[in-house]
């Protein structure tokens, strides 16, 4: 069968870049899922100009038929969830319960932003001056340039899209070039929403190509970026030279504290999951589990025992647990760093290695690594992957102090059934989410997602408060 072809979406028109580069299923590299093509900075121009001539227009429009087109948009997309989270499952690697509940999330995310449509609101205020009011409104920003990692192929262009058009902005979004197929199935889904040409454009291609034309393009008036550390930092550096705003939400080290006090049961299986799931391919993954003194010997045996349950294999296979890295570059790094973990002085309880099967994949075994303290690189830096290490500590105080020991803070989580230590964590983690007995990833669309420290800058996403970051206030005197 011929691989289809797909095209950026650019002023409502499907347009071919220079080239194309086909999407590969990590699970069995030789499926291949489409050609997507690539976009040069000349075709990065004309989106953005497109966005510009329809800013007008869209940012003061009727906003019935916004919140009508982003509905229409999240109907479709629920409606569509299986296939679509098939789609995910195959270019990502997530299992396909997982890239269904992704999907559902992209769609909700769309509902939700329907409505706030509707409901973004000013202020009247009395002035201090006589005979004059004062009003406070809030206003689109302009053209924004949205920029996606690969882990959430569909979740984080949808949680970048449905406000920035809510509030009246236009966009230009670059996908991660590992997995453009949900962004593309996107861009298609909007572009039959009856949403105006212009308003949305696709711009598929490498950030390495065309990410410092779409950052610096005097065009745009702000990014949202989620990704690496590395690269947000960068795009802080050119955004705050050309005074753009930006929203940056980056890399994670989350720790799961694991209490004697805990439900051992609940402690392994929450551990796991923050660990292990999405092949720990999650910004909100925990790969430090800080156990204290008196539980550690039950909860290493619990964790050894469901780790070897553990079903890894082809994403779309029924009853796996596991699907493979999302690429081969992602395997190796998860794999230097079992590597770097080991020659540190840690030890490797369980997995770690390369897995093979039937079909030609990027496949690991979920790796756990003993005897590792705070100051050890595998503790410092994010390794993206399948890969967890135990921190053992003394008591609560302890585990807390290593909580917190680390340049990141987007979330973290504790197990443990005292009411006394769930407070006081909850109060003085250095985390932007906190979790009390559940999974450190994991979290609903409705309200605001982001971190501390290391981990983001700038506002807010989702929930309502996304608004700080998509609107611009206005202050208005009025002579009466
Ligand atoms: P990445 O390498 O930083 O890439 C992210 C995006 O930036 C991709 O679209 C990439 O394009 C683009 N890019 C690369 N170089 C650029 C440049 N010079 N200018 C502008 N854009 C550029 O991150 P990733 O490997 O895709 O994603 C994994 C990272 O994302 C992890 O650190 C993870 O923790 C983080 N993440 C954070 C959150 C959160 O909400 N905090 C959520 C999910 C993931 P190409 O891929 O096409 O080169």
Redesign the pocket.
């Known amino acids: 069968m011929a691989i289809q072809k797909h095209d950026n979406l650019i002023n409502g028109q499907w347009v071919a870049g220079a080239h194309y580069a086909p999407n590969i299923n990590p699970s069995n590299i030789a499926d291949v899922i489409g050609d997507y093509t690539q976009a040069d900075a000349a075709q990065l121009d004309a989106a953005v100009k497109a966005a510009q001539a329809a800013l007008p227009a869209w940012s003061t429009g009727n906003i019935q038929a916004r919140a009508d087109a982003l509905d229409k948009i999240g109907t479709e997309i629920l409606a569509r969830r299986e296939e679509l989270g098939t789609l995910l499952a195959r270019e990502e690697g997530k299992t396909l319960p997982e890239g269904i509940g992704e999907v559902s999330r992209a769609g909700n995310i769309f509902k939700f932003f329907a409505g706030e449509c509707l409901r973004l609101s000013g202020e009247i205020v009395p002035s201090v001056r006589s005979g004059v009011s004062v009003e406070i409104t809030r206003e689109p920003v302009g053209v924004i340039g949205l920029?996606?990692?690969?882990?959430?192929p569909i979740a984080?262009p949808a949680w970048k899209t449905a406000p920035a058009l809510a509030y009246g902005n236009c966009v230009v979004l670059?996908?991660?070039?590992?997995v453009p197929g949900c962004a593309w199935a996107l861009a298609e889904i909007i572009s039959r929403s009856g949403i105006p040409a212009g308003v949305f454009n696709l711009v598929m291609g490498?950030?390495?190509v065309i990410?410092?034309p779409?950052?610096n393009h005097p065009g745009i008036n702000a990014i949202s970026?989620?990704?690496?550390?590395?690269?947000g930092n960068?795009?802080a550096q050119q955004c705050a030279a050309n005074l753009k705003k930006v929203q940056l939400?980056?890399?994670?080290k989350n720790p799961q504290v694991i209490l004697d006090d805990a439900d051992l049961a609940q402690a392994v299986e929450l551990s796991v999951q923050s660990a292990f799931f999405s092949t720990g391919q999650r910004?909100t993954a925990a790969s430090r589990l800080i156990v204290t003194d008196g539980i550690y010997p039950k909860f290493l045996g619990a964790m050894k025992q469901r780790m070897a349950g553990l079903k890894i294999g082809d994403a779309l296979g029924a009853g796996i647990d596991i699907g493979p890295v999302s690429s081969r570059a992602q395997l190796e790094q998860d794999l230097s760093y079992v590597e770097i973990g080991k020659a540190e002085g840690g030890l490797l309880v369980a997995g770690g290695e390369r897995l093979k099967l039937s079909a030609e994949g990027f496949y690991l075994a979920p790796a756990l690594l003993t005897d590792t303290t705070a100051a050890m690189r595998i503790n410092r830096e994010?390794v993206?992957g399948p890969v967890a290490s135990i921190i053992r500590v003394k008591g609560y105080e302890e585990a807390l102090r290593e909580a917190n020991n680390t340049p990141y803070g987007?979330s973290s989580g504790i197990a443990t059934t005292s009411l006394k230590y769930a407070s006081h964590f909850k109060r003085h983690s250095q985390a932007g989410m906190v979790m009390v007995n559940l999974p450190t990833a994991g979290v609903d669309y409705h309200v605001p997602?982001g971190?501390r420290k290391g981990?983001?800058y700038g506002s807010r996403e989702q929930g309502r408060y996304a608004h700080e970051f998509f609107t611009t206030v206005k202050t208005t005197y009025i002579a009466s």
Do not use: H, Y
């Not at 920029?147 to 959430?152: E, Q, V």
């Not at 670059?174 to 590992?178: F, I, Q, S, V």
């Open positions: 920029i996606t990692p690969w882990n959430f984080i670059k996908p991660a070039d590992l490498r950030g390495s990410g410092d779409l950052v970026f989620t990704g690496s550390q590395g690269v960068r795009i939400e980056m890399g994670g910004c994010e993206f987007l997602f971190g981990s983001s």
